[in-house]
């Protein structure tokens, strides 16, 4: 019952403004895919991947459907609402990719310059392996092939050893500067969270101000995502208990609004607290809203990830291009106990974003499938 209710009520909700002359027209519209979005949403936590669920369509008219399942925290039994927020994860990229491309169009930072112009004075330095060959394009389409530094086991280990304390961006690149690389640089598709650390550190250099800032300044604040923020520290508002599937089930990663761990080491590699609606209406604004233009070139010249599905990467997410014209840009996310996907389609005007609170939720595979499913319906 708590479930259907959180759907009817955001649907409601929208009805209120719309003029009455094509409030009856358009209601049955929103009204069916307000009904396949809470149904998908159900069913995709019925086998338990994650206790809850919270899925936003906005649509090319600026009607917004929410529809939510599922519980933000087991303990409580407090259920998802809009407002639960969750870790993006890897979504974040595209806004670190973002501020690369308004960079390059200012003239600040060039895509293709190597990165020794900003990081050779780094400690890690010396050691990164084709340090010289890497340019910041390579780092931002994953294809420098410097190792991922969330898959070392010194920096495994090492999380017992520090109790609470984080990691400097030059520390984490430490753990694997050291090693072989993945690949030639700008030959091959290797992702890694490592790029984007490097990537934050250029753009801290080449702007004199701190990454943090940066997304406040150019991202959050001129789209106003008022639901979000930079993940710093444990404590978040509203923030869902994570959880991650061990021998016993499933296990919470926050509790009563707080990390139980310090996961500020996501930085620019994904470091934000948000919701569904706020990713949304970021990718909404990337592919046809006021980011349209840094959107094309965060699209442009992306490197060809797997030619058969026709995906590609670029400045920080994934884009398919189809014959004429048409793309879809999206992103996934996989960080702490929470997975997110946020995908908009150019043919349809449609954005989906989708979180939820368990590490076994297969975000991306549940917003692609949604889209075909509410792009199938019809006014």
Known sequence: MLKTLTATIALF??????????RAQDSTYLARLAATAYDQAAAAIADDPAPGISVTVLLPSGHRIDATAGLADRVSHTVVSRDTRFLSGSIGKSVTG????????????????????????QPFWADLPNAEAITLRMLLNHTAGVPDYLEDPGFFLSGFLRGGRGYTPAELVGFVADEAPINTPGTAFSYSDTHYILIGLILEDATGQDYHSLVRERVIEPLGLTDTEV????DHDRLASGHVRGVFGLSATARNHRLNHNLDHEWAAGGLVTTPADLARFYAALGSGELSAPGAQMRANAFVVDAERGSSYGLGLYVRTYEDGAFRIAHGGDFGGYRSA???DSQTGITIAVQANGKSFEAPDFAFALMDEIAAITP
């Open 13 to 22: 909700a929208l009805l209120l403004v719309w003029p009455a002359a094509v």
């Open 98 to 121: 973002l501020i690369a491309a308004e960079l390059a169009s200012e003239g600040v930072i060039d895509l293709d310059a190597p990165i020794s112009t900003w990081l050779s004075g």
């Open 231 to 234: 993940l710093s520290g444990r």
């Open 342 to 344: 946020a995908v908009y």
